[in-house]
T-cell receptor, first 113, second 108 residues
Framework: GAGVSQSPSNKVTEKGKDVELRCDPISGHTALYWYRQSLGQGLEFLIY????????KSGLPSDRFSAERTGGSVSTLTIQRTQQEDSAVYLC???????????FGDGTRLSIL | RKEVEQDPGPFNVPEGATVAFNCTYS??????FFWYRQDCRKEPKLLMS?????NEDGRFTAQLNRASQYISLLIRDSKLSDSATYLCVVASNYQLIWGAGTKLIIKP
């Protein structure tokens, strides 16, 4: 597709379960970012991938959170043993080379019961 | 001091008015700048990049003031559909710092 694609668009799960969120960036974009956003709040940076470099994981809130990017394209964000405070919209963005802007997917709305 | 600061608002503005808001940044080495808009419960969408010489896109004008380290967004002839949160982004290489956004409400 032409844009960033995220799936699922909505996810409701019970506390303690693991969840996987997927991001398919714009073709050819080397940079991929994960953010989360709680209602009425700003974007919270989670993790950044750039090509084959080691990812910047400085924003991950706990060791329950991890992310992979396979083959420099699709990325998966995994949250283990989910907690209610993990409820938020998880946004993925990709960026081409140079100094261009980020382009966002529609996000995954995660609700932990 | 936050790396990127915006007045959270809300700015309540009558339809047809002109409104402007600023975004200040602390890293003088910042290289690129953007304005996004975000509607309630939606993802941020790129509104415009901000160029050193300033740039205009229809009713929207963006300016960069490197000396004072801020960018601005001016909206002329505001429409009801301009109601949204406007976020600025300041980038240094791969690192992008997002402002928390300014909420704009256009009233009929």
């Amino acid at each position: 597709g032409a844009g960033v694609s995220q799936s699922p668009s909505n996810k409701v799960t019970e506390k303690g379960k693991d969840v996987e969120l997927r991001c398919d960036p714009i073709s050819g974009h080397t940079a991929l970012y994960w953010y989360r956003q709680s209602l009425g709040q700003g974007l919270e940076f989670l993790i950044y991938f750039q090509g084959n470099s080691a990812p910047d994981k400085s924003g991950l809130p706990s060791d329950r959170f991890s992310a992979e990017r396979t083959g420099g394209s699709v990325s998966t964000l995994t949250i283990q043993r989910t907690q209610q405070e993990d409820s938020a919209v998880y946004l993925c963005a990709s960026r081409g080379t140079g100094q261009g802007p980020q382009h966002f997917g529609d996000g995954t709305r995660l609700s932990i019961l | 001091r936050k790396e990127v600061e915006q007045d959270p608002g809300p700015f309540n503005v009558p339809e047809g008015a002109t409104v402007a808001f600023n975004c200040t940044y602390s890293n003088s080495a910042s290289q690129s700048f953007f304005w996004y808009r975000q509607d309630c419960r939606k993802e941020p969408k790129l509104l415009m990049s901000v160029y050193s010489s300033g740039n205009e896109d229809g009713r929207f004008t963006a300016q960069l003031n490197r000396a004072s380290q801020y960018i601005s967004l001016l909206i002329r002839d505001s429409k009801l559909s301009d109601s949204a949160t406007y976020l600025c982004v300041v980038a240094s290489n791969y690192q992008l710092i997002w402002g928390a956004g300014t909420k704009l409400i256009i009233k009929p």
